[in-house]
């Protein structure tokens, strides 16, 4: 679940996923702007139905900050099924 995720921030980036790091902090990546903070909330919906409030989103800092709420998510729901 990890890469898939690193994978798709690369895509909606614009770089290679190598260079996404999980003590990197998401904001700070030349491409980031407000698209990019749109596309992020989308994919996490579509890609791992996980809706996030845009003041939870605010609170987090970096990648891994992001993937946590996703596999926290996917975690609880897998528990419940």
């Known amino acids: 679940m990890e890469t898939k995720f690193i994978d798709l921030l690369a895509d909606i980036l614009s770089v290679d996923a190598n260079i996404i790091k999980l003590h990197d ?19 996490m919906d579509e890609e791992f139905d996980v809706q996030i409030e845009s003041r939870e989103f605010k609170s987090l800092v970096y990648v891994e900050d992001l993937i946590n709420v996703v596999s926290k998510t996917c975690y609880a729901f897998a528990t419940v099924v």
């Open 25 to 43: 902090k998401f904001r700070e990546y030349t491409n980031w702007d407000s698209l990019t903070y749109l596309s992020v909330i989308a994919m």
